[in-house]
């Protein structure tokens, strides 16, 4: 009686040998790019110990990559990504990427021509995985990306939703943080403007300010939407003085909002710090081209991009990230602080209570 021919081992039993998934162990067979030497020296011990031949055709179906990925962007002006918050996060991207072969291509999709120009990117397979940036409210990118057959990294939480791979800021703690920083100062009159309320980032530092505004028994209520931008933010605070002549605070929730608010000030005759001290968000470059310089939440904004792309590499790669939430701190000056005081860094252990 013959003896039956011996049964080939399987990729997937390469896979759970190497504790690898089977995707990261078939691009480190096919020494496809994109996987780190800890993966690839497992799957090729798991390789020899099981005598594993690959099969030719499926080694060529699993080596046709695109060989790009792309950061796509809930608007519809180019000018965007010369706005400092943007071009950090671009840099951040391809910081990262400079680690491998992929190459980046950006895409602006708040249009549905620009909707649809995505979406024909990704489903002819051009790229191999996709980084969403700045989604308002219920944006058509996250339906479109639910229905994708390709790795998705947010940055940035979208509103009302929990992607499973995102890498944010603590937007809440921050802005929690300035406002405390403002009561300790013996700031009551404290306002807030807003950002865009479709964004989460927005809703989080109002969250954050109302939070700390409520341990101190103050009132929450002096609150004005604006857009992040500089005009937005002077006519935000133009619209809060109108109201609330008496405020002795304002936290904007970004640097170019604090910059309009501080034209507004001066143009009212109120003395930034000794009237109204203000504090913003971001640490963009134009928190130390304002006067007096402004005190600031700062986010780790190229961080944010390097995280971000780094995440969609391991989702690549075949294996599992987990999400990232990036610290925020607050640098205080003179916006806050009197004029020959020195610049200081505070984390939330820093700032005494009210």
Same mark, same amino acid.
């Given at each position: ?55 030719? /055709? $499926?080694?060529?179906?699993? #080596? ?5 990925? @792309? %950061? +796509?962007? *809930?608007? =519809? ?16 991207? /391809? $910081?990262?990427?400079?680690? #491998? ?5 950006? @895409? %602006? +999709?708040? *249009?549905? =021509? ?46 009302d939703a929990e992607p499973q791979w995102y890498v944010d800021a603590d937007n809440r703690g921050g802005a929690r943080l300035a406002t405390e920083h403002l009561i300790a100062l013996g700031r009551r009159r404290i ?136 610290p925020t701190k607050l640098l205080v000056r003179g916006s806050s602080l009197p004029a020959h005081a020195p610049t200081r860094t505070l984390d939330a252990t820093d700032v005494p209570q009210a």
């Amino acid at each position: 009686m013959s003896t039956p021919p011996k049964r080939r081992p399987t990729l997937d039993e390469v896979a759970q040998t190497a504790g690898v998934s089977r995707a990261a162990a078939s691009r480190a067979i096919n020494s496809s790019g994109n996987v780190s030497p800890a993966t690839r020296q497992a799957v090729e011990r798991a390789v020899r110990e099981l005598d594993y031949v690959p099969n030719r /055709s $499926a080694r060529a179906l699993a #080596t046709q990559q695109a060989g790009a990925v @792309v %950061l +796509a962007v *809930s608007h =519809h002006d180019p000018e965007l990504f010369a706005d400092p918050f943007f071009a950090q996060v671009i840099v951040g991207v /391809s $910081a990262e990427l400079e680690r #491998t072969d992929l190459v980046l291509m950006l @895409v %602006l +999709a708040a *249009s549905e =021509h620009g909707r649809t120009r995505l979406e024909r990117i990704l489903r002819s397979r051009r790229a191999d995985g996709l980084m969403l940036l700045s989604l308002h409210g219920d944006d058509p990118l996250h339906r479109l990306a639910g229905k994708l057959d390709l790795p998705v990294v947010y940055g940035g939480r979208p509103l009302d939703a929990e992607p499973q791979w995102y890498v944010d800021a603590d937007n809440r703690g921050g802005a929690r943080l300035a406002t405390e920083h403002l009561i300790a100062l013996g700031r009551r009159r404290i306002a807030t403007v807003t950002g865009l309320l479709d964004t989460d980032a927005a809703v989080q530092r109002r969250r954050g300010y109302r939070e700390a505004l409520a341990v101190a028994g103050l009132d929450t209520t002096r609150t004005v939407e604006a857009d992040f931008t500089e005009a937005g933010g002077y006519a935000a605070t133009r619209h809060l003085l109108d109201r609330h002549p008496d405020l002795d605070a304002v936290f904007a929730a970004s640097d170019n909002m604090a910059a309009g608010a501080l034209r507004a000030l001066h143009e009212s005759g109120r003395r930034v710090p000794e009237d109204v001290a203000v504090v913003g968000f971001d640490d963009a470059p134009v928190s130390r081209l304002t006067t007096p310089q402004l005190s600031t939440v700062q986010q780790p904004i190229r961080q944010l991009g390097r995280e971000m792309a780094r995440m969609l590499v391991t989702l690549i790669e075949g294996e599992e990230p987990t999400p990232l939430i990036l610290p925020t701190k607050l640098l205080v000056r003179g916006s806050s602080l009197p004029a020959h005081a020195p610049t200081r860094t505070l984390d939330a252990t820093d700032v005494p209570q009210a």
